[in-house]
């Protein structure tokens, strides 16, 4: 089993900054490839970026390559993704995940998520 907290959501005007963690637990943690989804309401789920715990990222959406970056830090098992330059249309619920690079990147589905935290981002 792995438990994964998402904290650092909230509300920041347009141009503004927000850095989202996920703490991550459980033993087999870092057999996992780990990513962090966004959805907004009326809108199919997004893979934004993801990470192997090596520290190789594997994957950025193409609205927010050059704003967002995702890292890690092995020694407390926590996940980030630093959001910079934020637009209205990066309002959504982020939720961290963990799976397979494949089922992350290509079918957007993750063997754990975490609950998702909230980003408001007024214009």
């Known amino acids: 089993q792995v438990q994964l907290v998402e904290s650092g959501g909230g509300s920041v005007q347009a141009g503004g900054s927000l850095t989202l963690s996920c703490a991550a637990s459980?033993?087999?943690?870092?057999?996992?490839?780990m990513g962090w989804f966004r959805q907004a309401p009326g809108k199919e789920r997004e893979l934004v970026a993801a990470i192997r715990w090596s520290g190789d990222s594997l994957h950025y959406a193409d609205s927010v390559r050059g704003r967002f970056t995702i890292s890690r830090d092995n020694a407390k098992s926590t996940v980030y993704l630093q959001m910079n330059n934020l637009k209205s249309d990066d309002t959504a619920v982020y939720y961290c995940?963990?799976?397979?690079?494949?089922?992350?990147?290509?079918?957007?589905?993750?063997?754990?998520w975490g609950q998702g935290t909230q980003v408001t981002v007024s214009s």
């Open positions: 995940a963990a799976g397979s690079a494949h089922s992350l990147a290509v079918i957007n589905k993750a063997d754990y």
């Open positions: 459980g033993r087999t943690v870092s057999r996992y490839v």
